[in-house]
């Protein structure tokens, strides 16, 4: 389950995202603006937003959440001091519920599981409401009833088709009805028994040939009880003898034909069953995407826990960038991208081989070069997988530079996309705190003074300064610690 979660207080954003990750995927926006943009973009499960927030106020962004994806639980927090906001937006039927701050987490995801389970069901019901019309729809199309009878039933016959605004042809010769049976689309043919067997006969297999639906009724002016066996060897639905029904009578015993219970009741299970199956693919389907990510993700880290000096390197990357994007305005689709992209950036070192990989010392140029080869190997991984495509560009370019020389494209800072960049950041500043075979970590301080030399060469200058201005604030010192 996805939800969009708005603030622009970081230590609430902080709070929520912790809060609700064991449930949910959350996507965080940093503003009114990072929300609007993520909404046009995507359709989360639940979106739950602050109600003074820059750029757009929380009502502002439901508004538009209630246009866009009308079905979505929405939920807004408020201070105590702007309740009647919220209130107003509760009565004009935007806001599904609110919460005033401080917020009580277990509330609030106890909520957002209901909200979604619940609009999940609303929206199950509907999709079978529409099938069920599309049936109905279906079934009220006039039927079609093709008479072969003459004399006073075959008149009453016509007179009680048309009066139930059955849409009727009434052929005069065995010839004529074959060829509107030839036609098709008939619901109902009606053949008087005196005809004969053998053109009985061959009529019937005409209707089964082109309709097996179709319904057959046969009519026998003499009465004789020989007529009801025919009608069963037939297949005929119904037999009319005299005394002749009145006028109304007839129009029932047709339209009982017409209505061909079994094929409807068939044909709207079929639906139904269709329904379930589309609704239960595209549950599944997403299952699948999010498993893949966890599967990858799992597989990377498998690699790292052979080696205690890369334990843990793709999740605090993974987690810097995240912070260093959204520190940055990056909206909440760009920030899940970059924090896919950083989980599997190194997937590619599953295809280097284990002495280089691990080897205790520093490599040689021929090691180096065999070793860069992770970043094509893991864009080669991720490929085939559709749901995965726009971060092939991280893992194929983290080890780019701004300066053109880096690899394995050798590309420069113009073609570099900005989420590449803020993991090129990441990677290199996680490697500099990190303590290697060969040289003890750096610590935090000496670390930016490192990063600082390599802005604009190696490194994105913005980059740089977003992830200084982090450390400026203390919000990513906890990730850089971990080996000292
Ligand atoms: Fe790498
Ligand atoms: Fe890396």
Not at 150 to 172: K, P, Q
Not at 411 to 427: K, M, N, Q, W
């Amino acid at each position: 389950m996805h939800i969009l979660v708005a603030d622009d207080d970081a230590a609430i954003r902080d709070l929520l995202a912790r809060g609700l990750r064991g449930d949910f995927n959350v996507l965080l926006a940093i503003d009114g603006n990072a929300a609007l943009t993520a909404l046009e973009t995507l359709r989360p499960d639940a979106i739950l937003v602050d109600e003074m927030m820059p750029g757009a106020t929380g009502t502002q962004v439901l508004l538009r959440a209630k246009e866009l994806w009308p079905d979505v639980p929405r939920l807004l927090m408020t201070a105590s001091s702007d309740v009647t906001a919220a209130m107003r937006a509760v009565n004009r039927g935007e806001v599904h519920r609110f919460y005033t701050k401080p917020l009580r987490l277990a509330e609030i995801r106890r909520a957002i599981i209901e909200l979604v389970s619940r609009a999940r069901a609303d929206a199950a019901l509907r999709v079978e409401l529409l099938a069920l019309r599309a049936v109905q729809s279906f079934s009220t199309q006039p039927s079609r009833v093709a008479i072969l009878c003459e004399g006073e039933i075959g008149e009453r016959l016509e007179r009680a088709a048309r009066r139930r605004g059955f849409n009727v042809v009434r052929a005069l010769r065995k010839e004529a009805m074959e060829e509107v049976i030839g036609a098709g689309g008939c619901d109902v043919v009606v053949v008087d028994v005196d005809v004969g067997d053998q053109n009985l006969a061959e009529m019937t297999q005409l209707v089964r040939r082109v309709d097996v639906g179709t319904s057959l009724i046969l009519v026998d002016a003499t009465g004789s009880m020989a007529s009801l066996t025919k009608a069963f060897q037939f297949g005929a639905v119904d037999c009319l003898m005299p005394p002749w029904l009145d006028d109304v009578m007839l129009s029932v015993r047709l339209e009982r034909a017409a209505a061909r219970p079994r094929e409807r009741s068939e044909l709207r299970r079929l639906t139904h069953d269709l329904v379930a199956a589309n609704r239960e693919l595209a549950f599944a389907n997403r299952r699948v995407e999010e498993g893949q990510v966890k599967l990858l993700g799992g597989l990377v880290r498998a690699l790292e826990a052979r080696d205690p000096y890369t334990a843990g390197h793709t999740d605090r990357v993974a987690s810097i960038s995240v912070r260093c994007g959204s520190a940055l305005g990056l909206g909440t689709v760009a920030l899940e991208t970059i924090r896919v992209g950083a989980l599997l950036h190194d997937i590619g070192k599953i295809g280097i081989r284990d002495d280089m990989l691990y080897k205790p010392g520093r490599l040689t140029p021929a090691e180096y070069e065999a070793i860069k080869a992770h970043t094509t190997i893991g864009a080669r991984i991720l490929e085939g997988i559709e749901s995965l495509a726009c971060v092939v560009p991280i893992v194929r370019g983290h080890h780019e530079r701004p300066d053109g020389r880096g690899y394995p494209d050798g590309v420069s800072a113009s073609d570099l996309p900005l989420e590449v960049r803020i993991v090129s950041g990441a990677d290199v500043l996680d490697a500099i705190t990190s303590t290697r075979p060969y040289r003890p970590a750096s610590g935090v301080d000496e670390a930016f003074e490192v990063l600082a030399t390599l802005a604009g060469g190696q490194l994105d200058a913005d980059v740089v300064n977003a992830l200084r201005g982090l450390h400026r604030e203390g919000r990513i010192d906890d990730l850089l610690q971990h080996d000292q």
